[in-house]
């Protein structure tokens, strides 16, 4: 609910002046009244023309007295006697033009009316006129001119033109303020007994304007007037009942004084009344009466009204939350400069609550709440000039309006002072001030101040240590429902900080500040709930309440729970929400976060490879001296990714970390010794780096030594020392390990051969979360390979090793699409997903890639993008990249031909191992293309080629040994490889072995004869 700070009395406010029926006024002072059976004699006497008795019978009709009211032949006979000069009715029928009672409304002709009474010198006329230059009503503002008129009009006596003329000296309407005249008018008009002349003089006595403070006399003064009805005293005097101002308290009988001036729509009245059934004042709580009576009062445009309206939309009580709503009554009561509605509508535009969020807007509502003196808005102000909220941020100017309401003893203000004080924000840092000021503001109720000064207290700021007195201070805040003290006293009874420790007691006040949703105990909860203490251990619950806390902005609990996200702790693994928690703790500037989101943002862990920005966030977490992104910074520093590479930087950044003993950092130290980067190589150094964390239980270090093992790195080759490191890191589930057990089940080392246990590998590291096992898996199913044949399967697991940010996979993928495997065929979506695979470097991918824009498949063609991504490729030593690189070099695709050119490529590629390029290297060196002939050279690279499986190889190789080309003449040698290339569908291998057998030993001799003297065979 918003804050009630604002007076609920009357206002010595000109624009609350209303036209008074003043020929009621002076008849009701002189006890006139007329009874029914006068009306007819009157209406009789009229209509033969007596003149006289015009006037009294307009207001017949105008009061309802003796006959219904009917305002229409009120006007019709105001109008006759006006006609006969009778100033009453001029100036009534003036007002009848004024208000649209029984004419059609027309404030210039209720000006000539007034002025033809003033021409008169006629006093109500005089204050009716005035009132018209008062409010602009009919003539043009002029409140010069409305004090002169109703010191005209106060000048006979009028009551009414006195009280008005009172009111312009209250609030230096037209003239000077003089608070001590206004009060003499004021007693003037209510010595002639005119009701709010009485209760104006009343709002002198209570407020000692003019006259010296007298509750007691002001509440005898709004009673005398609310005994002559007039509803804005009987209001008052309620509130004299509700506060006990010069009467006894009495809240019910405040009740029935604001119902009955509720009831005779005196708008003040009943918003007055609404707040009672709003605050159970007098009544018991009805928010739906409350909306009721605050909504009669705001359909009168009354401010406070209209703001509490704003309140009741904005919180939902009787009525639907609303907040659009809840925005347009705070703006209609804004527009009457009503502080605290402008104060609350500061707070929409700034929070964006039904309002389209505008920060500097909301910052400009406060400013001119506060410049109206509302202490809340100085104080908002104050907060937004601290943190530049829509403003250029000023703490300087913030302290001197904290100062201005605190002045007001707004609590709040003060609290936030002593938090400048203490932090020296703005003004100089005095801690004694600053815990002088949460006393202050502790003393006169307000919570927040009583948890600082609790901490002051705990550490000794500005006052001497003091923990026992800290708890007390705790306690007392935590017993008012304070969620930050709730919390700080549950970090007391853990650490047994000035009370016994007591674990079970802290969840205890944990749980009451989780309840109220403060984020730090929601934290500290949930890590109770992680380490079991004090209560029941239950992961799921800590994930529960890092979410609670992470709802709240709480940078620690975010990353926790996007830590669990990483790891699959009491959530279900999801690597991609796990780097949005990471990134919103690290934009908060938490270490731990920062270190997680750059080395996500390094690997593609739930997010795109980004090693630029992923180096940013590890140096701001390193410089904080956390080991994690040390280690990670200096493994960019190393391979150069995202920063210049520097190897001897790297290892400091590593030798920093692992000497804090941190296994990460050994782990990543071992691995410079095992490449050599920034170090002299050291295999064995390395693997006893690796041995090192993996003893620790590093799972990544115990997955490296058994690559170690696996390969003779550092260590003697061991399969079975592989295999075992290898099952204890797949043991802490580390996905990795689990996917290369797979490789040494499929494929024999270190442990049977076992297909199905392969498999089973594979699903335990997707489990894992570790995504290449997708692709191993796809291609099991690829394959047939411990599982049935399956190529849709394959294409399935395939996917979600792509979707999840595998390259291989993706390369997979696309390759599957390019060729209709397991899926339809789709060259353009396969296209896609090589371009994926590329963008993280899968060289396969590029070669791929290369092939589908030289021959237009699923792309336009284009030549020389083939020779780009091949050129890519085979730069990094891709063997396939290299040779058909090197084929666009001899055919002059996309690129000029250039044999020799070619010829490099192959030969890089041959040599290693790529029997494609093996081959066509043999052909070049069989025909001297790009080099110089070498028919032995051939023969050589046709025989590695053919040991491949190359069939245009074992063709070539065939033709050698049957002509005895490079080689002696093997016509059987020769007849073997053609079979063997037949067998593999080559119809040229059948070809030949027709031939072959056709010819006669001796013939075949003749022509090998004639070969050899051409090319010197």
């Known amino acids: ?204 006595y209570r407020d000692g304007r003019g006259v010296e403070q007298d509750l007691e006399k002001a509440a005898g003064l709004f009673r005398r007037a609310a005994e002559k009805r007039y509803i804005p005293a009987v209001c008052d005097l309620g509130l004299c009942y509700e506060s006990g101002s010069g009467v006894a308290e009495d809240l019910e009988k405040a009740v029935e004084c604001y119902t009955q001036a509720a009831e005779a729509e005196y708008a003040p009245a009943q918003c007055n009344l609404g707040y009672c059934y709003l605050a159970a004042i007098g009544v018991e709580q009805d928010d739906v009466k409350a909306a009721e009576w605050i909504g009669r009062s705001a359909e009168q445009d009354y401010p406070r009204a209209l703001r509490l309206m704003g309140c009741l939309y904005q919180d939902g009580r009787g009525v639907e939350k609303d907040l659009e709503k809840a925005a347009e009554y705070y703006r209609r009561s804004a527009e009457q400069e009503y502080p605290p509605a402008l104060c609350d509508l500061g707070l929409c535009y700034e929070n964006g609550e039904g309002v389209e969020k505008d920060e500097k807007r909301g910052t400009e509502l406060y400013r001119r709440s506060g410049e109206l003196g509302y202490a809340p808005a100085q104080c908002n102000l104050a907060f937004c000039l601290l943190n530049g909220i829509g403003v250029e941020k000023n703490v300087e100017e913030a302290v001197t309006w904290l100062k201005r309401a605190a002045e007001q003893e707004f609590p709040r203000a003060i609290s936030i002072l002593g938090d400048c004080l203490g932090e020296g924000t703005g003004v100089e840092k005095d801690e004694a001030a600053s815990a002088a000021c949460y006393q202050r503001a502790a003393d006169l109720g307000y919570v927040p101040a009583q948890c600082a000064l609790g901490l002051c207290y705990e550490i000794g700021s500005g006052v001497e240590q003091d923990e026992k007195r800290a708890v007390e201070w705790y306690t007392k805040a935590a017993e008012q429902g304070y969620a930050p003290a709730q919390c700080n006293l549950a970090v007391c009874c853990l650490n047994g900080i000035g009370t016994e420790a007591d674990a079970e007691q802290a969840v205890v006040w944990l749980k009451n500040s989780v309840a109220r949703g403060f984020a730090r105990a929601m934290d500290i909860l949930g890590d109770c709930y992680r380490n079991g203490t004090g209560i029941e251990k239950d992961e799921k619950k800590a994930v529960e309440l890092y979410r609670q806390a992470m709802e709240q902005g709480y940078a620690m609990a975010i990353c926790d729970l996007g830590l669990c996200y990483e790891m699959g702790s009491g959530v279900e693994q999801d690597e991609k929400q796990a780097v949005e928690y990471y990134r919103q703790a690290a934009q908060m500037g938490y270490a731990g976060a920062q270190c997680n989101l750059g080395y996500c943002l390094l690997t593609g862990t739930g997010t795109v490879e980004r090693s630029d920005e992923a180096v940013k966030w590890f140096r701001r977490a390193a410089e904080q001296g956390y080991p994690r992104a040390q280690s990670l910074l200096a493994s960019c520093l190393r391979d150069g990714r995202g920063v210049e590479a520097d190897e001897q930087e790297s290892v400091r950044w590593y030798t920093l970390a692992a000497e804090q003993g941190y296994p990460p950092a050994q782990c990543s130290l071992g691995l410079c010794y095992e490449n050599g980067d920034g170090v002299e190589q050291d295999p064995p150094r390395a693997a006893e780096l690796y041995r090192q964390a993996g003893e620790q239980g590093y799972a990544p270090a115990q997955c490296n030594l058994a690559v170690c093992y696996l390969n003779g790195i550092g260590v003697h080759e061991d399969e079975g020392q592989a295999v075992e490191w290898l099952r204890r890191a797949a043991a802490q589930g580390f996905g990795r390990a689990l996917s290369i057990l797979g490789d040494c089940y499929r494929r024999g080392v270190g442990v049977n051969r076992n297909l199905e246990q392969a498999v089973d590998c594979y699903k335990q590291a997707i489990e894992d979360g570790y995504v290449s096992a997708f692709c191993s898996l796809g291609y099991c199913y690829e394959t047939g390979e411990g599982v049935p044949e399956n190529k849709v399967k394959a294409v399935e697991y395939y996917t979600r090793g792509a979707q999840a940010g595998d390259e291989t996979s993706q390369c997979n993928l696309g390759y599957c699409y390019l060729e209709g495997i397991g899926a339809k065929k789709d060259p353009g979506r396969g296209v896609s997903w090589l371009h994926k695979a590329a963008k993280q470097g899968s060289l396969r991918a590029m070669c791929l890639l290369g092939g589908c824009y030289r021959d237009g498949t699923g792309v336009m063609k284009d030549e020389k993008k083939c020779v780009e991504y091949l050129t890519r490729a085979a730069e990094r030593g891709y063997a396939p990249a290299q040779c058909n690189l090197g084929l666009c070099y001899e055919q002059g695709t996309g690129v000029a031909a250039d044999t020799a050119k070619a010829v490099e490529w192959y030969t890089r590629a041959a040599e290693s191992g790529d029997r494609a390029a093996q081959c066509n290297l043999g052909y070049c060196l069989l025909n001297g293309i790009g080099t110089a002939r070498n028919p032995a050279g051939a023969v050589e690279w046709f025989k590695r080629a053919a040991e491949q499986g190359s069939v245009r190889a074992m063709n070539l190789l065939a033709d050698c040994c049957r002509d005895g080309v490079g080689t002696e003449p093997d016509r059987a040698r020769a007849e073997q490889l053609y079979q063997e290339a037949a067998r593999q569908g080559s119809r040229e291998a059948e070809e030949s072995l027709k031939k072959l057998h056709a010819v006669k030993p001796e013939h075949h001799q003749a022509k090998k004869s004639i070969f050899k003297r051409l090319f010197g065979g």
């Open 1 to 204: 609910m918003c804050p009630e700070n604002e007076d609920r009395a009357e206002f010595f406010n000109g624009d609350q002046v209303v036209f008074v029926n003043t020929e009621l006024i002076q008849r009701a002072v002189a006890g006139l009244q007329k009874s029914r059976e006068e009306f007819q004699t009157l209406l009789d006497q009229a209509e033969l023309g007596d003149i006289s008795v015009q006037y009294d019978l307009a207001m017949k009709y105008a009061d309802g007295d003796g006959v219904d009211r009917d305002m229409a032949k009120a006007a019709y006979w105001f109008a006759q006697a006006a006609e006969q000069g009778d100033m009453r009715a001029v100036e009534a029928l003036g007002r009848c033009y004024q208000l649209g009672e029984g004419v059609e409304r027309d404030e210039k002709q209720a000006v000539e009316l007034f002025q033809r009474c003033v021409d008169e010198d006629y006093a109500p006329g005089q204050c009716s006129l005035g009132l018209c230059y008062e409010n602009g009503s009919g003539v043009e503002h002029d409140p010069v001119r409305a004090a002169e008129l109703y010191q005209l009009s106060a000048d006979q006596g009028y009551a009414p033109g006195q009280c008005n003329l009172a009111v312009c000296y209250l609030n230096a309407i037209g003239v000077e303020r003089d608070d001590s005249h206004a009060a003499e008018l004021l007693r003037q008009s209510a010595e002639q007994d005119f009701p709010r002349g009485i209760s104006l003089l009343g709002c002198c």
